[in-house]
């Protein structure tokens, strides 16, 4: 890794930065996209020409597709990501979650066989995670994997998996050792979404899209040099994903202080006359502190992953404050638009991107999570009771394991 550099060489690099933003992030041309294919093609495009133009993958390693470059270039190509449209979005689990688990803990062999496709996102790759008895308490998954010969055999179910329908391979966490407790019998994999054996089917959201989906499993073959981080310690795994996770969703688009919410809201209220509706100025505000307050958490954030410092729990305070972001953003737009915003499709999309909102509360951890998050692990306070954990998965009664 280049770890030497002046100013100028920055003021250089940042300028090649502007050249190629100015180029290349024009916008993803559509917003009815309910099943993220146009958003996902368009990041193809453009990640293909930051390739080609040395402008991706930064920070990792020359000999894996990446720049070998300095957090200081990463953190002025995000500062200036941030003055252009966002081209990116549907590669915010693939490139900000299931790229840095692979550099961190994949083997020499997986990196070089995955990395710099994920980076030039000719491969796209989802998180296999939830299930329907395993949400909050993901522990409790009861997809299983077991050793036949020198490959896995998966069998089971995930849900609420987004764009699985358009990705090339899933990290997915599976049960290796029933007989455990359940935080210690299981373990992470790479699987190919096109195996024989693996269905997915959309689910219908509230806002029209269909962008996440339910994922089946049947016999599915995994070959087992396709296991990431050692066998049954992939809950520790799993929670450092989780980790990239919240500074993803929470601090992604951040590259400086940014209010796109308040001033999208304040040229609505201006637009129709409310400013002086002294209930109106004060959310106003309320929004604008919030989304000061997101940002600043989210450099903080950025700037610890750029030390190299691995997330650690304070990342969901900033997925907690965007969830508070969003729900004001509901409020607002609500007695900004009145009731014409459930009228039809809404007010100029308003009434799609309010019943969108509900989802920050929810992916990536419930904000109920986040609170117990912080408040056990950034606070100090007395750990939720847990009374299976020393107990064998098997014996206990979760999820839809009932019997
Ligand atoms: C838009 C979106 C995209 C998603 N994408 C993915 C994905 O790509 N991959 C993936 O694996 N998953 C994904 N998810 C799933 C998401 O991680 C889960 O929905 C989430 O973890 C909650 O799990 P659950 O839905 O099973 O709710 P539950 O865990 O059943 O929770 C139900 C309610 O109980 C509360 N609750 C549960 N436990 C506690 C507790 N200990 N203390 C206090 N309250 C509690 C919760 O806060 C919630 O209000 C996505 C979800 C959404 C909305």
């Not at 410092?309 to 409020?331: D, N, Q, V, Y």
């Not at 986040?370 to 009664?397: A, H, M, T, W, Y």
Request: hydrophobic letters at 40%; aromatic letters at 6%.
């Amino acid at each position: 890794m280049t770890t030497t550099h002046t100013s100028a060489d920055l003021d250089t690099f940042r300028a090649r930065c502007i050249a190629f933003l100015d180029e290349h992030a024009v916008g993803i041309g559509t917003d009815d996209d309910p099943r993220g294919e146009h958003g996902l093609a368009a990041a193809k495009v453009f990640q293909a020409a930051a390739v080609e133009a040395g402008l991706a993958g930064l920070t990792y390693p020359t000999a894996y597709g990446g720049q070998g470059l300095t957090t200081d270039h990463e953190r002025v190509w995000r500062e200036e990501c941030a003055n252009h449209p966002m081209m990116t979005a549907q590669l915010v689990i693939s490139q900000g979650m299931c790229l840095p688990m692979l550099d961190e803990y994949g083997t020499d062999e997986q990196r070089a066989a995955y990395q710099h496709r994920l980076i030039s996102a000719e491969e796209v790759w989802c998180q296999m995670f939830s299930e329907p008895g395993a949400g909050s308490d993901v522990a409790s998954l009861q997809t299983r994997a077991e050793l036949d010969g020198d490959e896995w055999t998966l069998n089971g179910q995930k849900v609420w998996t987004t764009l699985a329908h358009v990705c090339d391979r899933g990290i997915v966490i599976a049960r290796t050792d029933p007989d455990a407790p359940k935080h210690r019998g299981i373990s992470m994999f790479i699987v190919d979404m096109r195996a024989p054996g693996v269905e997915i089917r959309p689910i219908h959201q509230i806002d029209g899209g269909r962008r996440f989906n339910e994922v089946f499993f049947s016999d599915v073959r995994i070959p087992a040099d396709h296991q990431i981080g050692p066998l049954n310690e992939g809950w520790r795994l799993a929670t450092a994903m989780l980790m990239y996770e919240r500074v993803a969703i929470g601090a992604s688009s951040i590259g400086g202080i940014q209010r796109p919410n308040t001033d999208h809201l304040i040229a609505t209220a201006r637009a129709n006359g409310s400013t002086s509706d002294p209930r109106i100025r004060q959310e106003l505000a309320a929004m604008y502190a919030r989304e000061t307050a997101q940002s600043v958490m989210a450099l903080r954030s950025k700037a610890d992953l750029q030390a190299g410092k691995t997330p650690g729990p304070a990342g969901s305070l900033g997925k907690l404050m965007r969830a508070e972001i969003s729900r004001t953003l509901r409020e607002l737009l609500g007695r900004l638009h009145g009731p014409g915003l459930v009228a039809g499709d809404g007010v100029d999309g308003a009434g799609k991107a309010t019943l969108a909102t509900f989802a920050s509360s929810i992916a990536g951890g419930t904000d109920e999570i986040q609170r117990n998050i912080i408040g056990e692990r950034v606070l100090g306070l007395p750990r939720e009771p847990s009374v299976d954990k020393d107990l064998p998965f098997r014996e206990l009664r979760v999820g839809t394991q009932r019997s």
